[in-house]
């Protein structure tokens, strides 16, 4: 899929020019970043990047202290979660709201109480419930022996598979996932992002939120990178290079800076005659020499990142 016809046509979801800020805390500043039908977008940044905070925002839990929100075009203000989910934006957290004693087709069907098109049931229909998670669930490629087995069986990335399936199912529009693939293995991992490439199949347009370049870089279209809540800009991947990536996401001075920071230590302890434990000498030793790696890494490339 090429950048240029990702880029046409209305977004699903975009932001312009958005802040937040939490008191004197600056979470986000000037950001804009948009999803298209069959897209996927990853949000890529460090910890207190303000990741979860944006998309907080996109899902109606914290409104844009500053800025433009905007669903298919318009302009809109959620007051709530629901109004986001209503509207076809579902967000699957990391930590998932599932409920792990309940089978896997009671939670399928969990919080989609039907209201405004979400979900045809109006009670619990426990073999209605059993078919359509069976069947939703087989169409992704997903085959569990007994939807009513309980989901703290399963497994994270099959966790994982059934929040999207269930996303997809709902009708959702943007599906939104907070790190999914953060507590997983290669393999595990490797399941998730097939789902999401399914669900980009399905026309829908994905959020992918992550630390890990590896993981995004596969399945991305889009990269926006986030910085100290700031933006780095939005990336196609087929004009950037996964080592570009990952330079831009830990700062390049930052890497520098650790390694300064690390040789400060070190002749810190050798000045005051420091005697370290073996084990204490030897994780110094290591950081030292992962930090100079760092830098190594970074100089000879540092001109070619603008
Ligand atoms: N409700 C809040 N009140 C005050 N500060 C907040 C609040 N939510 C987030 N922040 C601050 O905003 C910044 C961005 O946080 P956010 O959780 O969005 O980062 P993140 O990129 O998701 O990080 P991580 O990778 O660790 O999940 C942090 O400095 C955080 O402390
Ligand atoms: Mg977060």
């Known amino acids: 899929m090429s ?26 500043k000037d950001i804009s970043m948009s999803v298209h039908a069959g897209e996927v977008m990853c949000l890529l940044g460090d910890n207190g990047a303000g990741k979860s905070t ?10 844009p202290s500053e800025g433009r929100y905007l669903v298919e075009g ?22 998932l709201a599932m409920i792990p004693l309940m089978s896997i ?15 045809p049931f109006r009670r619990f229909d426990v073999d209605a419930a059993d078919r359509i998670s069976r069947d939703e669930l087989s169409k992704m490629g ?36 907070d790190e999914p693939t953060a507590a997983l293995g290669v393999k595990e991992a490797g399941v998730v992002l097939r789902y999401i490439a ?13 630390h890990n370049v590896h993981h995004a870089y596969p399945i991305a279209d889009r990269f926006t990178i986030l910085n100290r809540g700031r933006s780095y800009g939005t990336f196609a991947k087929s004009e950037t290079s996964r080592e570009e990536v990952v330079r831009m ?37 290591a950081i030292l020499r992962a930090g100079r790696e760092l830098e190594a890494d970074r100089l000879p490339t540092s001109d070619s990142v603008s």
């Open 3 to 28: 950048a240029a016809a990702i880029d046409t046509g209305t977004p699903l979801l975009e932001v312009q020019n958005v802040s937040r800020f939490f008191g004197s805390v600056i979470a986000l």
């Open 54 to 63: 944006l998309i907080k925002i996109f899902a109606g839990v914290h409104p």
């Open 74 to 95: 318009k302009e809109v203000q959620f007051g709530s979660p629901r109004d986001a989910l209503a509207a076809g934006i579902a967000t699957v957290y990391q930590d």
């Open 105 to 119: 087709s009671r939670n399928f069907f969990l919080g989609s109480e039907p209201s405004s098109g979400w979900g």
């Open 142 to 177: 997903i085959h569990v022996r007994d939807t009513g087995q309980a989901v703290g069986t399963l497994s994270g990335g099959e966790r994982q598979s059934v929040a999207i399936a269930r996303a997809v199912y709902f009708g959702a529009k943007v599906l939104i996932l």
């Open 198 to 210: 399914q669900a980009r199949a399905r026309g829908l347009g994905v959020v992918f939120i992550t």
């Open 249 to 285: 996401m830990a700062g390049g001075e930052e890497l520098e800076e650790l390694g300064l920071e690390l040789e400060e230590f070190a002749r810190a302890d050798a000045a005051s005659g420091a005697r370290l434990s073996p084990v204490a000498a030897e994780a110094d030793a």
